[in-house]
């Protein structure tokens, strides 16, 4: 019996948008009044967290990782106690492939 190749992880990469204020906010629900979690650059890399194939949204709202390093680390390397998980503005969001 031959079993099916493993999957791919898939998960798409996007750059934080430039703001007014320098940052944009990650927090900790998807809601102006939740607590921010981090304050995230232009620019910076996100990580957007896909649930069947579709974005995980909640209104305007979109969930994602953050790492304020250069790349984000994979589960179990060094760093990866430092990436931050939460919910931020999707029009916030730019430039995912």
Not at 5 to 30: I, Q
Not at 70 to 76: F, K, R
């Amino acid at each position: 019996m031959r079993l099916p190749a493993p999957r791919a992880e898939t998960f798409t990469a996007c750059s934080v948008k430039p703001t007014k204020d320098g940052f944009v906010a990650l927090r900790a629900r998807p809601s102006h009044d939740a607590p921010v979690v981090a304050k995230m650059r232009p620019e910076q890399i996100v990580v957007l967290d896909l649930k069947n194939h579709n974005y995980v949204r909640s209104g305007g709202w979109i969930s994602l990782s953050w790492f304020p390093g250069e790349a984000m680390p994979n589960p179990g390397d060094d760093g990866y106690d430092k990436v931050k998980r939460g919910w931020a503005s999707y029009e916030l969001i730019d430039d995912c492939g």
